[in-house]
């Protein structure tokens, strides 16, 4: 088994800055469930933002957005979440951890969330987790949410817009990245 | 060895306070009300308390009162299975209700002993006020001072000087909920509004987050992962913490600063809207890490979003197990 630093030693060499990879799973490393997002091109660094979309609401909205060949950055990498609440702020931080420029976590409309309350309970954690991050001095902006519903595909194009533009001001992260 | 306990101190609160706890923890036990009685016995050290676990009535003697009673009694009681009785402070009994509430203790297992606080001392700014490598061999605690002495000094404190933080600015010296008040309200120390306790946290926030960052890492930078500050705290009580789990490992122990970090982020998140700033992980920390200013400052943001104080009272909800549909949303794209 390869050295898991060698082996993302090898991987960021081998991506190319057009055909970047940036979610590889690890099968083979001790870390089986964590993603590998440390593919990087030197210049014309592009950010790469993981979005936790919600399956019933926003992922719909994404989905949406792709048939109605509506344009976004390429730079969202989805993860389907059941719901916006199954998203443990511990795991925005681990993306973030392991290279990520910036996180988006995307539910359902407060009212509309499948499971009744999921969102309502993901906003108060939210809340937190923002304030800490802002606290600990980690820029404001790395971390985004949004309520998008599965008719809003526009919607959704524009959220991701503005994350990547957000993202991409602030350059490459630091202060978290393992 | 003449250690700062009550009875070093005459007839004054402090002393009259551990004759009520000596008595009331025999007549617990004697009338097999309690199984077990938590209270603190001298410890090895002058300034030095224990916890001590009473079983018979006759060893309600050891029991001792003083401001070195610093430890979080309420860590313990979840691990019981019979009725137990147990000495809180002010900010104890408020982890205490949190376990109530959570349902980790049910309220006719336990019998609250609540004794008016007038603060602890700090053993670190005892160590500054008297300068570094200097042992103390005596320790006595009056009204208002604090007597150390050693090889070649002897000297005298201002309690006030060397009071822990978290006490300064207390909120809630007399337990919110007990079944025994020892003594009464009026030998507390008096209550501090909320913003005095904030100030520090509003001073901070002023920095640059750079600034900020910079003085974070540096004290996360001494953790040693030795997760003390979990075992202390009251609220941790997990059978499976996070930083223990094998599958996914969140945080690994030779992965440095970031990793450290993520554990502390983690902690004060997982203890947010709970925490009642008792202090116990600060003075749990071998390594001097210092971050009770993010605990602070979330229990100020959960104050002003959620208009939630945690400790106070066992009937509702916990703050992340109910939502108000008007809580703020002004972040949220
Ligand atoms: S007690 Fe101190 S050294 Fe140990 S894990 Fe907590 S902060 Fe780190
Ligand atoms: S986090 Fe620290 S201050 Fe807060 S309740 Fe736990 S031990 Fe006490
Ligand atoms: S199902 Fe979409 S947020 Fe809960």
């Known amino acids: 088994m390869l050295d898991r630093d060698t082996h993302i030693e090898a991987f960021s060499t081998m991506s190319s800055p057009q055909a970047v990879t940036p979610v590889q799973s690890c099968a083979d490393l001790p870390d089986k ?7 990087e091109a030197p210049e014309n660094r592009e950010p790469k933002i993981v979005a936790f979309l919600c399956n019933w609401c926003s992922y719909a909205g994404a989905d949406l957005a792709g048939t109605g060949r509506i344009q976004y950055p390429a730079n969202v990498r989805v993860i389907r979440v059941p719901c916006s609440g199954r998203v443990d702020p511990l795991m925005i931080l681990r993306c973030l951890q392991r290279g990520a420029d910036g996180v988006l976590v995307s539910g359902c409309h407060p009212g509309d969330c499948h ?3 999921g969102n309502y309970l993901a906003r108060r954690k939210f809340v937190l987790l923002d ?10 902006g790395r971390v985004h949410f949004s309520w998008v519903s599965a008719a809003e595909g526009e919607k959704f194009a524009d959220v991701v817009k503005q994350v ?5 001001a602030l350059g490459k992260p630091t202060k978290l990245v393992r | 060895m003449d250690k700062m306990t009550g009875s070093a101190m005459g007839e004054d609160t402090i002393g009259a306070i551990q004759e009520g706890i000596r008595n009331i923890a025999a007549e617990m036990l004697e009338a097999g009300e309690v199984h077990v009685f938590i209270g603190y016995e001298e410890g090895t050290l002058p300034l030095r308390t224990t916890p001590a676990f009473l079983t018979r009535p006759e060893d309600a003697v050891r029991l001792v009162w003083g401001p070195s009673c610093e430890n979080n009694l309420a860590v313990y009681l979840p691990k019981f299975k019979g009725t137990v009785g147990v000495i809180v402070k002010g900010c104890d009994v408020r982890t205490l209700v949190n376990l109530i509430l959570e349902n980790q203790i049910s309220r006719d297992k336990v019998k609250i002993v609540g004794v008016p606080c007038r603060g602890i001392i700090d053993r670190d700014r005892v160590g500054k006020a008297l300068g570094i490598d200097r ?26 000087d060397v009071l822990a933080p978290s006490c300064e600015v207390c909120r809630y010296p007399v337990p919110v909920l007990c079944d025994v008040l020892i003594g009464d309200e009026s030998m507390a120390r008096d209550r ?15 920095l640059r987050p750079d600034e900020r960052f910079s003085y974070f890492a540096q004290q996360i930078e001494g953790c040693i992962q030795c997760y003390a500050c979990r075992q202390a705290c009251p609220l941790c009580y997990c059978p499976e913490c996070f930083v223990d789990r ?33 202090g ?9 890490v210092d971050l009770r200013l993010l605990t602070k400052n979330m229990e100020k943001v959960v104050k002003e979003s959620f208009q939630y104080e945690s400790g106070l009272d066992i009937g509702g909800l916990p703050l992340l197990a109910t939502y108000e549909r008007e809580d703020p949303d002004d972040f949220i794209l």
């Open chain 1, 33 to 39: 469930d964590c993603v590998v997002l440390r593919a």
């Open chain 1, 115 to 117: 499971y009744i309350a």
């Open chain 1, 131 to 140: 304030e800490l991050l802002d606290f600990f001095g980690i820029e404001k």
């Open chain 1, 164 to 168: 990547t533009e957000t993202v991409k």
């Open chain 2, 135 to 160: 042992i103390i061999k005596k320790a006595k605690a009056t009204e208002h001072n604090l007597m150390l002495e050693g090889d070649g000094f002897d000297v005298k404190l201002e309690f006030q």
């Open chain 2, 192 to 206: 501090k509004d909320p913003e005095a306790g904030y100030l520090e946290v509003e001073q901070f926030a002023k």
């Open chain 2, 246 to 278: 094998q599958s996914p490992k969140w945080i690994s122990r030779w992965r440095g600063l970031s990793d450290k970090i993520l554990f502390h982020l983690g902690r004060v998140l997982h203890v947010a809207g709970r925490c009642v700033d008792c």
């Open chain 2, 280 to 288: 116990a992980c600060r003075r749990a920390c071998p390594a001097g």
